[in-house]
């Protein structure tokens, strides 16, 4: 990506055609505890190399999103890999679907594993890796 360009949008989604599980309700403060391990579980490599990046928990995405799927997760900015040095940049942004990620899952086992395999696939983006690589992980 080339200054001037908008940001990466790429995100971890579920098939549309998924059908949808039985919905698991959880406090928000809890769901970020959450997000907080599975952060803290990253390996430290990653972790002291994850840098000027916001990781948010929202609702829901926002109108507009065209995905293929139920949007999970969402990676907003430029990837660490097209950086420079000198480039100065506001943080960039991974968003986490609080009620996509319930909605896929069961119990609140699924609800951890959805929240670390989402938070993987979008930190992944942020390293530079495409789908198709994330996909081999």
Not at 11 to 35: C, P, T
Not at 51 to 79: C, S, Y
Not at 85 to 104: G, R, S, T, W
Not at 109 to 127: K, M, N, P, Q
Request: aromatic share 8%; proline share 6%.
């Amino acid at each position: 990506m080339r200054r001037g360009q908008p940001a990466a949008l790429l995100g971890h989604w579920r098939l549309a055609n998924l059908r949808i599980q039985s919905k698991i309700l959880m406090e928000r403060d809890k769901f970020e505890a959450l997000v907080e391990q599975a952060l803290a579980d990253l390996p430290e490599p990653f972790r002291e190399r994850l840098t000027n990046v916001a990781i948010i928990v929202e609702d829901l995405p926002p109108a507009g999103i065209q995905t293929r799927g139920l949007l999970l997760g969402l990676f907003h900015g430029i990837p660490r890999t097209e950086k420079s040095v000198f480039y100065a940049a506001p943080p960039d942004h991974i968003f986490l679907y609080q009620k996509n990620i319930e909605a896929i899952s069961r119990t609140e086992a699924d609800v951890c594993r959805e929240i670390r395999d989402t938070l993987l696939h979008e930190v992944g983006h942020y390293f530079g890796l495409d789908e198709e690589e994330l996909r081999g992980i």
